[in-house]
């Protein structure tokens, strides 16, 4: 029997799985070189934590790996239903959670700063602890920036759709929810699955989407629908649909950071001008920009990205070499 035990917790609604024990520490001396290993040799494993019947569809999780960068805490790779993601702001939101409410970083009061070496760069995050709780934790994200706007795709069934392309750790299309009819409430969120993920197909198969520093970063991650906001004291709402049409339940932390990026580029945001971003359950995180910078050809900024994460489960995984479905499965 080979068992696996995690941490899981909820950031804005969003579900994390944090590996604790049983997942082998992947080969590589870079996170890149880690999540190539893990897709090539241990791709089963995540799998067996993502997939039916220990995970759904839209399960998502991480691992804590060794990092050989000089300024990191450690490294850490993240997946969901389909792979590996190049970064994740709801991730480092809940992973710090755990680790200081859980005692696997030393934690200091008020605040613990943890950096991590993750596939996109490094991200800095800072918590705010009081009574042993970690009350809140926002993050410096790597640099992000505007890779093209109104541009419009053809998408079979729908027709034209206008769309911009932005990275905050990765690469998104922002579509606005009104010229496409779309209410972005949660008794929607079949439609908003469907056409966001047709829409990335789309755009994925008409142009390439590249990276200037790192190719294995050049690929389209998600669609995230803009609509407006529909709770007091919130400037936006978004939908992203992720991955393999997996619908994203916080306001998704890369994609804030992608449209910080947007609005800046556009002469809409100041530095240090806050912001609110709401997900499809009502739920929030903070957003500024810390810092304009450049990367390669392109303006960029330093996004920085608040919200809250919270305990919901431990759990011990026992996967039986004799079950047939023991690599997992999933139906939709």
């Not at 049983?22 to 893990?38: Q, W």
């Not at 995180?285 to 990367?295: C, D, K, Q, V």
Request: glycine share 10%; with cysteine.
């Amino acid at each position: 029997m080979h068992v696996v035990t995690t941490l899981d917790c909820h950031v804005a609604g969003e579900a994390l799985r944090v590996v604790t024990s049983g997942f082998p520490e992947p080969a590589g001396s870079t996170v890149l070189e880690k999540r190539h290993y893990c897709r090539t040799h241990l791709d089963h494993l995540r799998t067996t934590l993502m997939w039916e019947p220990r995970g759904h569809h839209e399960m998502y999780g991480c691992l804590l790996v060794a990092s050989a960068h000089p300024q990191a805490d450690t490294g850490v790779l993240f997946f969901h239903n389909e792979g590996y993601s190049t970064m994740c702001g709801h991730g480092i939101i809940g992973l710090t959670t755990i680790m200081l409410e859980q005692g696997l970083f030393p934690a200091t009061v008020p605040a613990t700063t943890i950096r991590f070496d993750t596939p996109s760069g490094l991200v800095t995050a800072q918590a705010s602890i009081d009574e042993g709780k970690v009350r809140s934790v926002a993050f410096c994200n790597v640099p992000s920036f505007v890779l093209d706007v109104e541009q419009t795709v053809h998408v079979p069934g729908i027709g034209p759709v206008d769309y911009d392309l932005a990275f905050g750790g990765a690469f998104y299309a922002f579509c606005q929810a009104e010229a496409l009819g779309l209410d972005l409430r949660p008794e929607h969120a079949p439609r908003l699955q469907a056409l966001g993920l047709a829409i990335k197909q789309a755009i994925m198969a008409k142009r390439p989407v590249t990276h200037p520093a790192e190719p294995e970063l050049g690929y389209l991650y998600g669609t995230i629908f803009v609509g407006p906001p529909q709770t007091p004291g919130v400037d936006v709402r978004h939908a992203c649909i992720f991955a393999n049409g997996a619908l994203d339940r916080s306001p998704t932390g890369t994609g804030v950071s992608a449209h910080l990026a947007l609005l800046h580029a556009r002469g809409d945001l100041a530095i240090g001008q806050p912001l609110r971003f709401e997900s499809i359950l009502g739920t929030s995180f903070g957003g500024n920009i810390a810092e304009e910078t450049r990367l390669g050809p392109y303006p960029a900024i330093i996004p920085e990205v608040e919200g809250r994460a919270w305990l919901t489960g431990r759990h011990e995984f026992i996967i039986d070499p004799d079950d047939p479905l023991k690599d997992g499965f999933l139906l939709r």
